[in-house]
């Protein structure tokens, strides 16, 4: 069974601020779906809203077609991790995931299952007040694969891990997808998820500024830029402009060029005689594209997806510069 | 060390497949509470408070007495036999009896235009008469008046009817039935008529003011009355009491009295044939000492008899004068306040350490419908408490009254009943504390706050309205409407309105047992109400 999530013009105020201001997105399953946003951004709470736990102030959010709280073993159909430190101290961890299993009707064999899953076997039956961070990480996460779902939704899984973690948690998180669950992992570093994510949401100030495939992202954050490295940057930029390029200064001997391919650049310099170490087409990061998105007010609304009327005035959509 | 997960399609559509249960939610919370040792630990040590508290109430008490004969006597040696009425309910039966035996069906009919007494002095010089010093009064319920009795041993059925000191005519009967008739005083100018049928088991008593118009005060079934009893006059005074409240608790004065009433137009039918009226002291009065005889009995004028008689036909009740047995079997349960604070505690946290960590938030995801945790942690604390409480309980009062008896404290018996009452209503009372306490945890969510409004609520409710700290009358208020009225659950022996004594906190609840209860359960219903609401709205 595919299960998609569905978040739709979800808008949540906390008092007089703004948590989720129009937030809509779909998580398709067969893949991980990095949402990303700076902290505050409402990564947390639209995860919130889709488990049921806070009530939107406006819009709805589903799994599978239904809102989570109709869901009668919601546990076999969406399994989430949001505070990996949600534990009763004195109780272990594998008790923690009894009583989960008893509250899905789950028998105590998937509880065992889901301890061997997360390679914790050797932490299970100590009390869970004195797990490391990455420990409570893989105690969550068995705790949302308990009822082998067809959905997951982890916040921040990668908080706390050590590298080894961190790897095995992305070879996790795309052999979940593989396995045609949808997979929705959140995160305010990009780079996090720049190899494992297949498609991004990106959000800042509770509405999402991008929603593409990764590859899509990245190309359009590209751009046409290319960078110049010249020790005469004066002379260069010259020939540049009067190729008909635009050329903005980074350093002392850089230059980004807009508006001209690289090869054309490399014609028009040698035409002007002007000395160059490099001309290279620049290639965005995650990170940089993730930055391109948040700092410039005009791109991030040109990239938005065209939100229903209700988009506010200027000051509350200059989201997250 | 990538993915150690088996290719599979995940989750194949069970997620309607299996039954929509509450019961995993009750199990879910069940397991929840077992697993933190804290919490066990901290129930078994409740209980062990109860215990520890309740068996050693009474203190180390070691009676001895001597059996009049010079021998020294130890412990449960020294409990006087309490002689016990039909209902098995400890009696006083002592009186001035004026009889002859009815065989049969038939009645007693008398006219009585006097009641005066005496009380307090006595135990003077016996040069000056053992009423020495005694002032002139009748006590509020000095009685005197007609009886059907099965015979003259103390506790034996009976069913009289009566004028009293201030109570008018009453009909009572068995010992703890009391029915009213005509109001107002006796005197010359304004006799009472009395009169008691007998026909089959069923007595019927009338009055009348004037002897010609009567009127049926009641009709009662004596149970297994022999076809002879003993008919007559009786009359009988309870020791005097002058209460006086003093801050947080009452002092009293007492002493003995007598009563003498005058009766005439005395008719018996269904007599035997040769029969005359014979006096006997039931229950050896001696109320002003040994020379009490002197005072007591009856002497007859022709038709006009004068009899004085002391003691009471009531039942015993703690609190009460004259040195009846004040200890309870609830008594033994003082120790429930100290379970009631642990059992409060881990009420409260139950459902507050959840919110601590944020826990909450994994539960309702595993339970969306968010009131059925509720109702399955209530469940599941009420029946911890409820079997804890019940153990402590039963091994508190089986084992303190054995204790108590063996030193040589009369224990006032309950009926089983009775006892079933006090035992379960214990556990029952500290069951649904612990839920009220579950409740403000969900309102309040933070443990601090909601263990000490729990103890607000209820221990320090039930520490005023029990530790004789306030003026009674503020204690009796704190105990009808606050939480701690439920601790009326324990109380094992009813007040009398016909017997005077100092019916007050801790032995005596200004509520019946279920209403006091109920006060409970009303507080706890309204607070889980509350937090089903709030848990309902609220963002977790």
Known sequence: MDTTLEVDGLRKRFGATVALDGMTFTVAPGQVTGFIGPNGAGKSTTMRVILGLDAPDEGRALVGGRPYRTLRRPLTRLGSLLDASALQPSRSGRNHLLWLASSQGLPARRVDAVIEQTGMQAAARRKAGGYSLGMRQRLGIAAAMLGDPSAVMFDEPFNGMDPEGIIWMRGFLRALAAEGRAVLVSSHLMGELQDTAGHLVIVGRGRVIADSSTADLLAAASGDRVILRTAAAAEAAAAVQRGGGSVAAVGQDTLTVTGLAADKIVILLGEAGVPFSEVAAHRASLEEAYLDLTRDAAEYRAAAPAAPDTAPAAPDTQAAR | ?540
Not at chain 2, 107 to 119: A, Q
Not at chain 2, 211 to 237: D, K, M, N, P
Not at chain 2, 255 to 283: E, N, Q
Not at chain 2, 300 to 317: E, L, N
Request: aromatic content about 8%.
């Open chain 2, 1 to 540: 060390m990538t993915a150690t997960i088996a290719r599979h399609r995940p989750g194949q559509g069970r997620e309607d497949a299996g039954r929509d249960g509450f019961g995993r939610v009750l199990r879910a919370e069940w397991i929840k509470f077992r697993t933190v040792r804290g919490w066990v630990i901290a129930v078994v040590i409740a209980v062990v408070l109860m215990d520890l508290i309740g068996l050693f109430a009474g203190g180390s008490v070691n009676t001895t007495c001597d059996n009049g004969g010079g021998r020294v006597l130890h412990g449960a040696a020294c409990i006087p036999p309490q002689p016990l009425g039909p209902g098995g309910v400890p009696v006083t039966d002592s009186f001035t009896f004026v009889r002859q035996p009815l065989t049969g069906n038939g009645s007693v009919t008398v006219r009585m235009t006097s009641l005066t007494g005496r009380y307090g002095g006595g135990y003077g010089p016996a040069s000056q008469g053992p009423a020495a010093g005694s002032k002139i009064g009748v006590q509020p319920w000095s009685k005197a008046g007609i009886i059907i009795k099965q015979s003259t041993r103390q506790g034996a059925a009976y069913a009289a009817m009566m004028v009293t000191g201030s109570h008018g005519v009453r009909m009572q009967y068995d010992f703890t039935h009391d029915i009213a008739g005509l109001a107002g005083p006796v005197s010359a100018r304004s006799p009472r008529w009395l009169r008691l049928t007998r026909s089959g088991d069923t007595i019927t008593g009338y009055d009348s003011a004037d002897g010609r118009h009567w009127t049926e005060v009641g009709a009662v079934a004596l149970a297994g009355l022999s076809a002879t009893a003993q008919a007559g006059l009786f009359v009988t005074s309870p020791a005097y009491m002058s209460l006086s409240e003093v801050f947080g608790g009452t002092t009293g004065q007492v002493g003995p009295s007598l009563a003498t009433g005058v009766f005439d137009h005395v008719r018996l039918s269904g007599a035997r044939p040769g029969s005359t009226w014979a006096g006997v002291d039931v229950g050896n009065q001696d109320a002003f000492g040994p020379q009490s005889g002197q005072l007591e009995g009856f002497q007859r004028a022709g038709d006009r008899f004068t009899v004085t008689g002391s003691g009471d036909i009531a039942p015993q009740v703690p609190g009460g004068g004259g040195g009846g047995p004040n200890s309870t079997i609830e008594g033994h349960l003082i120790g429930a306040f100290a379970g009631l604070i642990v059992l409060v505690v881990i009420g409260a946290m139950f459902m507050s350490a959840e919110y601590r960590r944020g826990l909450i938030r994994t539960t309702l995801a595993a339970t969306p419908r968010r009131g059925r945790v509720l109702a399955a942690k209530a469940i599941v604390i009420a029946s911890v408490t409820f079997a804890a409480g019940l153990a402590a309980a039963v091994i508190a009062v089986a084992v303190g009254v054995r204790l108590a008896h063996d030193q040589g404290t009369y224990v006032f018996p309950v009926s089983w009943l009775t006892w079933l009452r006090v035992v379960a209503g214990t556990a029952a009372l500290l069951a649904v504390a612990t839920v009220l306490a579950l409740a403000l945890g969900t309102l309040l969510r933070r443990s601090a706050a909601a263990v000490a409004a729990g103890i607000v609520v209820i221990v320090v409710p039930f520490i005023l309205g029990i530790a004789q700290v306030l003026p009674i009358g503020a204690a009796e208020w704190v105990l009808r409407v606050t939480p701690a009225a439920a601790f009326a659950i324990e109380q094992s022996v009813p007040a009398y309105s016909q017997v005077r004594a100092s019916y007050t906190p801790p032995i005596y609840f200004p509520l019946a047992p279920w209403a006091g209860f109920g006060v409970l359960c009303g507080y706890a219903a309204l607070a889980l109400g509350l937090a089903f609401i709030v848990l309902r709205r609220r963002d977790a």
